[in-house]
């Protein structure tokens, strides 16, 4: 018998339901024969204490949780919560978790009203006596800690097996999405490196599927999403050297200082992971160094973003840590 598990995520904070997750990632663990362990990880750009659950098992129990925000990164919230489940007799589980309502961070470009849309999550394994006890992979890297490499972004999904299975990567679509697009320059290798080369100034979503497989037969899933901030452009005719110390210090704490480096830029723009204006001004050229006060930034990652006489905008992530 196949089951599914749902989990819907109400978001409140002060009053409101909160938006801008920007991150999510689920695994599961077979801890005795029919005793399945779920734990959730949620990233979000916006403060808030909480996240209140509804989880529907998919055999008939529904139960209710409230997860704690247990951590801030850089200014990003992180929310963990675990729970386990006994069901009556084996089966192939899918489980599927998702958030409904306003939730993902806004402005993303390849989900058309993004923060009206939910967190989907899903997660699959099989309770049987072939399987055994089973761990599904872990993944080190935080789900919104991408790089900028040789013009690409890029998030090592690479996923350590406890249990020796061997793992494969998948991009896969973004569930219960209406629009939600891929674009054509996500990829990910088969050691679980994705990477994405921009080529428009705006966030994407990219979901992963992490498979795992025993003796040629695929015994389970996992699901990780992440909302790559997509205002670094690649733009070969500049070369990568472009986008390296446009500002310093990085991280900085009371001053930014914008290195022209015998460019002219015509206009900066600076926002924070929630994709707020925090400062947009022209640019003055008769100095390679703009300062910027960033002593009332609270401290987390910003975007810097400057556009050139030619009308093409670079960025740079640009991280605020006050002593």
Known sequence: MNRSLIIFFSLLYNGVIAQSICGGTIRYEIVSGLTVQTDISVWLCEPSDSINLVVDLGDGTTISQTAQVDSVEEG????STQFSHTYSGPSIVANRVFLYGGDLLGGICNIPNSSSSPLYLEENFKLNGFVGLNSSPTISTNEWDTDYQNGLLTQAVTGIDSDGDSLSYEIIAYQ???????????????????????????????????SEWRNNSKIGSIMRFMVLRGTVLSVPEYGVDTFKNLVYPNPANKQVIINQMGSTYSQVLITDMAGRIILQMNMNNTSDLTKIDATDWPSGIYFVSVLDKDGIRHSEKLIVAHD
Do not use: K
């Open 76 to 79: 990003v919230c992180h929310a």
């Open 176 to 210: 219960n999405t209406p629009g939600y697009s891929i674009p054509s320059t996500f990829n990910i290798t088969d050691e679980g490196i994705f990477t994405y080369e921009p080529v428009e100034v705006c966030d994407m979503l990219a979901a992963v599927e992490i």
